[in-house]
């Protein structure tokens, strides 16, 4: 770190813009070559014996709060180059690891009576119990320091003739803030608290934790497979913990264990527990008995939990999508047919609207989700729009002229048809019992399976419906490419914020993304507008085949990691992001209003 302290020493006291350290000019002498005259360089990566850290301006509102990515080399750690399957889980434990040592540094910092940017403070994303692909934590391949410190920033690269090539790192971002006028605390913090804390987290690093996280994946992964490969849809391990303690995404102490019912119980990999079957499922129970929550562990199931959630074996298909009603969306050009028959002065099978109603947002919503390629829709009927989710017999026999095909009438033929299994929950509507390949109870949080008492139930009431004709389930649309801009009409200039009331704002749009029920983190809500904004400046077609640019930019994003997304030049926006699916990029794209959405397959 000792060009890093002349730089800061170099500069005025009451600097703001910190303009040195962010250029990182070097004079370079190479004893190997002697005629060769010292030229200058720049590198803002500064390093402490074989630790980078690379210090980058996050964007031009904030020059004391610069982006640091520290790079620590695997082998000082301990770790094997990592295997693609448990890359995640295993750069997911070492941020959380690393965030003790920076609560640490920030327990030092803190006076209550004084802002951070007085204090100064270092900022770490702190995730919940998800793991998830992040920019804040990743392994990728980093030059070696190949030169010893002289004076200032002089610098004489080495002249031992061995190799130096790029070592596989653990890389970690954060941001600091420096405090304002204070250079010589800004030079403890970055060249000496800072280094000394990675120091400390490289000689407490714990590898066996470590390796019980990269097996906990493993199984994970395997359990994912196999229900990609199995006739179920969603797996809950015995001994779960599914309530969560008020307030947090953490446990609930003292909550009683998952217990699978007998009948269900099923053993995957060793892992013992509730095997829930593709087809259309009902949860239900009275109030306060956890028939939601065992909803939410299902849609939790989606991305894999880290050791301590209590949820880490409960895992679902990856591409369930979780439905409600969503009054005031926009749609654009949606077949909503095989829910909506008819409406006054519209066409159902190719509906637009820039304010659905309750039963036309969901109707939508299950036809964009079915259309993204989801096999597994989660459904709440407290979210849901009643008269779209039943009718029951005496309203179907008094209104006779109905243009709602009730979800009851459609949820199997979507599984026989589509392969769209259904999860739902039901308190108060016994039209779905007869419809349920599986009926469950919760009942003080215990899960019972009553679906032989229900069928009995059904039988005695005579509750078997008259379906409706078969559906066209078929969705062809195509995206053109005029007002598909993240640059406001008529302005030279990008526009990208995302508002913390749940909108993302780009070019003339203002995007409602507070229905979209599976995005867990805030940062991937920043990481959907960057990848809107990607998707739209990198296009040069006026038929924009969406779904090809869309699997296109994973593959990117998967080959290179998420920071390309990133831009300095939207400073509302933060510096971390957290990668969502594809199913939430999509849903992002249909709730755009003014984009040229037409219905026919018309790209070539």
């Known amino acids: 770190m000792k060009r890093l302290k002349s730089k800061i020493l170099s500069m005025e006291p009451n600097t703001t813009t910190y303009k040195a350290i962010y250029e990182g000019s070097m004079t370079i002498v190479d004893p190997a070559h002697p005629s060769v005259k010292p030229y200058t360089d720049y590198s803002p990566t500064y390093y402490n014996d074989n630790v980078g850290f690379e210090i980058t301006t996050t964007h031009k509102l904030a020059q004391d709060k610069p982006t640091v990515v520290i790079s620590i080399p695997c082998e000082a750690l301990g770790i094997d180059i990592p295997d693609k399957s448990t890359e995640s889980a295993e750069a997911d434990f070492c941020l959380r690891a690393f965030k003790k040592y920076i609560d640490e540094l920030n327990a030092e910092l803190y006076n209550r009576s004084r802002p951070d940017n007085e204090n100064g403070k270092y900022y770490l994303c702190v995730p919940g119990g998800e793991i998830i692909k992040r920019n804040a934590v990743y392994f990728a391949l980093c030059p070696q320091k190949d030169y010893t410190n002289g004076s200032g920033s002089t610098v004489y690269l080495l002249n031992d003739d061995k190799p130096r090539p790029p070592l596989m790192c653990l890389c970690i971002r954060i941001q600091v803030q420096f405090p304002l006028k204070k250079l010589r605390k800004t030079l403890?913090?970055?060249?000496?608290?800072?280094?000394?804390?990675?120091?400390?987290?490289?000689?407490n690093f714990d590898i066996d934790r470590l390796k019980k996280?990269?097996?906990?994946?493993?199984?994970?992964?395997?359990?994912?497979?196999?229900?990609?490969?199995?006739?179920?849809?969603?797996?809950?391990?015995?001994?779960?913990?599914?309530?969560?303690?008020?307030?947090?995404?953490?446990?609930?102490?003292?909550?009683?264990?998952?217990?699978?019912?007998?009948?269900?119980?099923?053993?995957?990999?060793?892992?013992?527990?509730?095997?829930i079957k593709k087809g259309v499922t009902v949860i239900t129970g009275g109030g306060y008995s956890g028939k939601s929550t065992l909803l939410d562990t299902i849609s939790a199931g989606i991305y894999d939990h880290v050791l301590g959630d209590g949820r880490e074996l409960c895992i679902t298909d990856e591409s369930a999508v979780t439905i409600s009603a969503e009054d005031g969306r926009s749609v654009k050009h949606v077949n909503i047919s095989p829910f909506i028959k008819w409406l006054p002065g519209g066409n159902t099978s190719d509906f637009s609207t820039d304010h659905a109603s309750g039963s036309t947002s969901q109707a939508a919503n299950i036809m964009e989700a079915v259309d993204s390629g989801t096999r597994l829709l989660l459904i709440d009927e407290d979210r849901s729009a009643t008269n779209f989710m039943i009718r029951d017999r005496m309203m179907k026999e008094l209104i006779e002229k109905e243009p709602i095909t009730p979800f009851t009438d459609r949820a199997n033929e979507l599984h026989k048809t589509r392969d769209v299994s259904t999860i739902l929950v039901i308190g108060g509507s016994g039209e779905y019992l007869s419809v349920a390949d599986k009926i469950y109870m919760m009942e003080d949080y215990l899960i019972h399976d009553v679906t032989e008492k229900s069928k009995n139930i059904c039988n005695s009431y005579n509750m078997t419906a008259e379906l409706p004709t078969p559906a066209n389930w078929e969705q062809i649309r195509t995206l053109y490419s005029d007002r598909f801009s993240s640059y406001p009409e008529g302005s030279g200039t990008e526009k990208l914020e995302v508002s913390d009331m749940g909108f993302v704002i780009i070019g003339d749009e203002k995007i409602d993304v507070r229905g979209l029920h599976d995005i867990v983190s805030f940062h991937q809500l920043d990481t959907l507008g960057f990848m809107l904004r990607y998707l739209e400046i990198s296009n040069n077609d006026r038929k924009i085949d969406i779904e090809k640019k869309i699997n296109d930019l994973y593959a990117r994003i998967y080959e290179e990691g998420i920071d390309f997304l990133y831009s300095s030049f939207f400073t509302t926006c933060e510096r971390f992001l957290d990668l969502p699916r594809k199913q939430e990029l999509t849903a992002l794209i249909n709730r755009m209003r003014k984009i040229n959405m037409v219905k026919g397959d018309e790209i070539k």
Do not use: H
Request: charged content about 25%; proline content about 6%; overall charge neutral.
């Open 188 to 203: 403890q913090m970055m060249c000496r608290d800072l280094p000394d804390a990675v120091d400390r987290f490289i000689l």
């Open 213 to 275: 996280a990269t097996e906990l994946a493993k199984k994970q992964s395997s359990i994912r497979a196999w229900l990609k490969n199995s006739n179920y849809c969603a797996f809950v391990a015995n001994g779960s913990i599914l309530p969560r303690a008020k307030g947090t995404d953490l446990p609930m102490l003292d909550a009683i264990p998952f217990r699978s019912t007998p009948d269900d119980e099923i053993e995957i990999f060793g892992v013992r527990g509730m095997g």
